[in-house]
């Protein structure tokens, strides 16, 4: 019994000085940007745009939407990019039919 509280006092008095080291990634580059059907994404990160990431492969530079990607990539681009585009225009609507939704008449027979 003593043996063991021992080696549990001990792994406790480590596990806050080891748990950042091993848990935590603050370097974005250590970290491989993926589709969202988890595939690794292959080339270089060249921007963020509002369209998605733009990457420079071996072919030449290609795009990603946003909404390809996972939400880990997402979450550490997508908001960077809207908020150093938030002085940029919004898209205006394309002239379709806007506006309330009309609920569908009865008939009563």
């Known amino acids: 019994m003593k043996i063991y509280f021992q080696l549990w006092l001990g792994v406790m ?3 806050p000085v ?9 370097d974005s580059a250590d970290v ?12 270089v990160l060249k921007e963020a745009n509002l369209d998605g990431l ?7 530079p ?3 939407p ?4 996972s939400a880990g990539t997402r979450y550490r681009y ?5 908020a150093a585009n938030k002085g940029a225009p919004e898209p205006k609507p394309t002239g379709g039919k806007a506006g309330k939704a ?8």
Request: aromatic share 8%.
């Open 13 to 15: 008095t480590l596990m």
């Open 18 to 26: 080891l748990s950042p080291n091993i848990l935590a990634a603050d």
């Open 32 to 43: 491989p940007l993926r589709m969202a059907n988890g595939a690794v994404i292959t080339g």
């Open 54 to 60: 733009v990457f420079q492969g071996e072919k030449g």
């Open 62 to 64: 290609y795009a990603v």
């Open 66 to 69: 946003w909404k390809y990607l």
């Open 78 to 82: 997508e908001a960077q990019t809207v």
């Open 102 to 109: 009309v609920p569908a008449k009865r008939s009563t027979k």
